[in-house]
């Protein structure tokens, strides 16, 4: 990966719509070259879905928790299974430490995400954060 490279992610993270006349002028290439260069990115597995952003509160969900779980012994897949199972998880890492899961929420009011943490309590400690807010939005590290 070089520097144009470096380049056209960071463009199209900030706008995956960029079209790609604009994109090639902003890097320097043609847009044959810069359309090779993205069929690469994408053959390579660098990047690879132009992904949606969605105001969840407009959706109905105006909360955002983050919950820690630490499944009981011998509860870890019956866990992850619960967590796979719940529509109201967006996502969820498998983390080392004092717990086993960190996953993200995002719920129509606190009865709801009571009736969510009762169904995993029952295998599994529980540790929740309701977000207040996202001072730093989903970016990418450093090129």
Excluded: W
């Excluded at 994109?23 to 044959?32: D, E, I, N, T």
């Excluded at 719940?86 to 086993?100: L, M, P, R």
């Excluded at 009865?111 to 989903?138: F, G, M, Y």
Aim: net charge positive.
């Amino acid at each position: 990966m070089d520097d144009v490279d470096r380049q056209i992610i960071g463009i199209m993270h900030k706008d995956a719509k960029t079209p790609l006349k604009d994109l090639a002028s902003a890097v320097g290439l043609s847009s044959p070259s810069t359309s090779e260069r993205l069929k690469r990115l994408e053959e390579r597995g660098t990047i690879g879905g132009y992904t949606l952003r969605v105001d969840h509160a407009q959706l109905g969900y105006p909360l955002r928790a983050v919950v820690r779980i630490n499944p009981m012994p011998g509860k870890l897949q019956m866990v992850q299974k619960l967590i796979m199972d719940t529509a109201e998880i967006v996502e969820c890492d498998k983390v080392t430490g004092d717990d086993c899961f960190v996953c993200k929420l995002y719920l129509k009011s606190i009865e709801q995400l009571d009736l969510i943490l009762d169904r995993i309590s029952e295998h599994a400690q529980t540790n929740t954060s309701i977000v207040k807010a996202s001072p730093v939005k989903r970016r990418l590290p450093p090129l």
